[in-house]
């Protein structure tokens, strides 16, 4: 496969995960707001979850949830908002056109000239959740549009190493700015009201409350939370499913592409996939938290440049025939 | 409309009743007002439907060619650029006897074409024996020097072509110009036929029109005709200038439809006058290149240096012959409009043969009696630089302001190698459906030709329409759509 096409079917998929990690996270927030205790400023909560986007904050604040909902889904400038992921994905889709069936380029132009057709107000005056809700689903179907129309070779595992590994920086990047603020403790406790509303909002911006439930009962206890998101390894969105994920569509490339085992890219993503298997709440907590989810973060972004320079903008010299 | 009605009176009745019979070709009525035996069913089909069944149907399909992305790129505008093709609902049909003609016409015309291009670029025997100026040639800006002497795979130039008809008052073809570089449209041919077939598919399972799906398999089998000798299965590539071309639509749909890569400039690498591609698995070589690229951009060291759309070293590559181009560099010397002037002596000089197909009447400015006829009947004719193609640096003499006649007859005077005249030609035309009605608008025919083993063209071609009323442009980037083109098996 053309380097340029395995790039290409990356970043579509990069995009559309954040488009749609974009959509639930701003659907979750504006829903929990109406619950959650007043300690912390609206405003406040708006900045960090621009932050934890990679959103510019305006200078001079978020005014209210209309100000920083617009930001979110429809600022032009940004290439995070939902919009211009969406437009990202698409454009990417584009470029490969021949190289994905019919069927997922007919499901994601149709996402892509839905966006673009709606303008913020008829969005905030409807039902801003309908919305969201659309972008999300637009997002499933393409990925099941994309599991049953398209080949399992070589481009899908691309797609499927894209969507992960965005995945798994979103997760650590959320889990991180939300333990910063909800502190783990060495003992599990029983959160107070207000913070109950926290823990519950945190499940929810990974649909996993209900899955929590399955395994833990709706008693939120953080710890247990934590260590549901980390290493939970059959849900999802938990930091060590995605990274499973990602190692073993690494591992398919490699099998397409007669590629050594050996190489950089595979001692580092078995290594973080490793550390997620056996690595426990109280391993993370002694190392602290933000230290432990930065780090994770970090080995994310060298899989990312490993696999690059092995499949994508490796030097000619090295890869004469 | 019944047989037994001998009145032209089929125009008054809805959705017909505004359409106008005048002095150019109908493809579907005759003189009389009568559908010619081969429309019958369709305009019988017509007749049953009502004006809102048509529009559903039209929508229907715009909404699939959207959807699809099946679309072009307009330059010179920001925003909105990617449009659809406009498609019309009505298919246009043309005899198998017709066809006929146009077929033998065609593979006559490019079997001339080639063996010219062999000619003018190794022995020049034509220009020896004075049949066509050699300042002509040489004047030319598709002509590439750096081609003298090249031999190229089967001694073939040209294995793509796309040859724009037109039809007469009289009802015959004539070509009006050959696309010998990289002609486009055939994606759209394809679409069309798809989409025809969603949209009237009792109709068209009635009509026994001939298939032309296989065109992919048919472009593949003849680019593999032309690899070289040392690949026994060639590595074919697409090679497009990329997303932004007003064409990527067809260059990816083309790719998909032979099952091989679309490739950039970018993909590519020459190393050791070898070609290679990028890919996951490492450096590919590269046997094949259908280019959908212009000569001047495909190498920046021989040709545009600030292309950077081709791949630096290809041409010594191609030279070498260790990689075929589709079509070869230089073809672009025989459809200078200039030189379409001549190919009726050409095709009598190679093939010791009368054309089977007619040119257009055509008037040579440098040819000082026929430019004096030309400045003086400005009004009348129509001028058309000869390196444009598009629709673009034309003068429509009778819709043609004094303003634009007089910037015609300076800058003829200046370079009149560079123009030629033909006359207003009242293009044929076909019934469309515009606007909730059905009415005539103007026509024109492109067949698409292969020519590998053999020469092969694809039973049809891509009909495109000049929506505007009384408009003869029927380019896709001047307002023009496209129908779907039935040669019927009987």
Known sequence: MLSRVADNLYWMSRYLERAEHTARLVDVHLNLSLDQSRKMPAALRWQRLLETLHLPVPETGIRDDYHGTQIVAFDAKHPNSIVNAVTAARENARQVREKISSEMWLQLNTLYLDVRRTTFDSIWNQQPHEFFQAIKTGAHLFQGITDSTMAHDEGWYFIQFGRSLER???????????????????????????????????????????????????????????????????????????????????????????????????????RLRSALSFDSIDDVITRGTHPYLQDIQRQCMQIHDAAYENFITYPVESALP | MTTNDPQPTVRTIEPFDKYILDDAYDEMFERSGRARPHYEALYQRILDMTGEELEQRQQAADLSFLHQGITFTVYGRTEGTERIFPYDLLPRIITNSEWSTIESGLAQRITALNLFLQDIYHDQRILKDKRVPPELIFTSHHFRREMRGVRVPRDLYVSVCGTDLIRLPSGEFVVLEDNLRVPSGVSYMLANRQVTKHVFPRLFGHHGVRPVENYGR??????????????????????????????????????????????????????????????????????????????????????????????????????????????????????????????????????????????????????????????????????????????????????????????????????PRNYIAQPTLALSRAPCFVNGDVEARHVDLRPYILYGDSVQIIPGGLTRVALQRGSLVVNSSQGGGSKDTWVLYE
């Open chain 2, 218 to 415: 048919a472009l593949l089998s003849t680019l593999q005709h032309l690899a070289p000798p040392h690949s026994p299965d060639p590595t074919i590539v697409v090679l497009t200038p990329g997303v932004f071309n007003s064409a990527y639509f067809e260059h990816a749909f083309l790719a998909r439809q032979m099952g091989i890569e679309l490739v950039e400039g970018r993909d590519l690498l020459v190393h050791q006058n070898v070609v290679y591609m990028r890919t996951t698995a490492g450096l590919r070589r590269v046997d094949v290149i259908y280019r959908r690229l212009d000569d001047d951009f495909i190498d920046p060291l021989v040709f545009r240096p600030d292309s950077m759309l081709g791949v630096p070293g290809l041409f010594n590559a191609y030279r070498a012959g260790n990689v075929a181009l589709v079509n070869a560099i230089g073809t672009g010397v025989a459809d200078d409009k200039a030189f379409y002037y001549y190919v009726p002596q050409i095709i009598r000089y190679y093939l010791g043969e009368e054309p089977i197909i007619n040119n257009v009447e055509t008037y040579i400015l440098t040819d000082e009696k026929q430019r004096k006829h030309v400045l003086a009947n400005l009004d009348q004719l129509v001028v058309k630089a000869v390196g444009e193609s598009g629709g673009y640096g034309m003068l429509i003499g009778p819709h043609s302001t004094l303003d634009q006649r007089d910037e015609f007859r300076r800058r003829i005077i200046a370079n």
């Open chain 1, 168 to 270: 798994a920086l979103a997760i650590a990047n959320m889990l991180d700015d939300q333990l910063r603020v909800l502190e783990l403790s060495e003992r599990e406790q029983t959160p107070e009201t207000d913070d109950y509303f926290e823990w519950l909002g945190l499940l929810k911006f990974f649909t996993a409350f209900e899955a929590y439930c399955k395994v833990y009962t709706a008693d939120l206890r953080p710890r247990r939370v934590a260590e549901f998101l980390l290493f939970n390894p059959t849900f999802p969105h938990s930091l060590r499913f995605c990274v499973e994920m990602m190692t073993s569509a690494l591992q398919s490339i490699s099998e397409a592409t007669n590629m050594s085992r050996n190489s950089r890219v595979h001692r580092q993503a078995g």
